[in-house]
C-alpha cells in the first residue's frame, strides 16, 4: 500500500477528515508542528494520533520520509518543513505542497526564489481552493498537471481520479 506522510502545522478537525479519507487508499501516517492551534480551540475534538516534530530527533524524521512514497508538506517556511523537503528531495520522494491561498508577492528576489522552489522542488501542489490552483498557475507559472483542489472542508469534491493517478 502507497505510504503518505501529512505534516501540518496543528492538528483540527479538517486535518482528521483528510486523514480519514486518505486512510481508505494509503497507509498515513501525520505529524504535526505544535500540539495544539494556537489561536483555535476546538471543543470536543480528539486529534488524528500523530506525532510532534519538535520533539523528535533529526533520525527519526528522516525515518518517516525515507518510509514515504509521497510526503505532503503543510508549509515550507519553518526549518523542520525545509529539512524534510531537502531530505526528500535528496531521496527522491515525491513530495506535494499544500496551500491555502498565497499572499500575492512583488516580483522581487524573494519571488523569484519561490517560483524556483515551486517549479522544480514540488511533484505537486495541493490547494485549498480552485482560485489558489488559478493563483499559482498565473503568478507562479506552474503547469496546471500539477495543481489539484484538495479543500479544508469537504474531501467529497477532492479530484480523486487526477490525485490517484499521482499518487500511484
Given at each position: 500500500?502507497?505510504?503518505?506522510?501529512?505534516?501540518?502545522?496543528?492538528?483540527?478537525?479538517?486535518?482528521?477528515?483528510?486523514?480519514?479519507?486518505?486512510?481508505?487508499?494509503?497507509?498515513?501516517?501525520?505529524?504535526?508542528?505544535?500540539?495544539?492551534?494556537?489561536?483555535?480551540?476546538?471543543?470536543?475534538?480528539?486529534?488524528?494520533?500523530?506525532?510532534?516534530?519538535?520533539?523528535?530527533?533529526?533520525?527519526?524524521?528522516?525515518?518517516?520520509?525515507?518510509?514515504?512514497?509521497?510526503?505532503?508538506?503543510?508549509?515550507?517556511?519553518?526549518?523542520?518543513?525545509?529539512?524534510?523537503?531537502?531530505?526528500?528531495?535528496?531521496?527522491?520522494?515525491?513530495?506535494?505542497?499544500?496551500s491555502d491561498y498565497p499572499k500575492p508577492q512583488k516580483k522581487n528576489l524573494k519571488y523569484f526564489i519561490k517560483r524556483i522552489v515551486f517549479k522544480n522542488c514540488f511533484s505537486a501542489i495541493l490547494c485549498a481552493t480552485q482560485s489558489s490552483c488559478q493563483f499559482y498557475a498565473s503568478i507562479y507559472g506552474i503547469d496546471k498537471s500539477k495543481l489539484f483542489v484538495f479543500p479544508y472542508m469537504s474531501m467529497d469534491v477532492i479530484e480523486q481520479d487526477a490525485i490517484a493517478m499521482y499518487w500511484t
Open positions: 500500500m502507497t505510504k503518505v506522510l501529512l505534516t501540518t502545522n496543528h492538528p483540527a478537525p479538517y486535518i482528521n477528515r483528510w486523514i480519514e479519507k486518505m486512510n481508505l487508499y494509503y497507509d498515513t501516517d501525520v505529524l504535526y508542528y505544535a500540539e495544539k492551534a494556537k489561536v483555535k480551540a476546538w471543543k470536543r475534538f480528539s486529534p488524528y494520533q500523530g506525532e510532534i516534530i519538535s520533539k523528535m530527533g533529526f533520525v527519526k524524521l528522516t525515518n518517516y520520509v525515507s518510509h514515504a512514497d509521497l510526503v505532503i508538506l503543510g508549509g515550507w517556511n519553518n526549518l523542520y518543513y525545509f529539512a524534510i523537503l531537502v531530505y526528500g528531495l535528496f531521496t527522491k520522494r515525491k513530495i506535494a505542497l499544500f
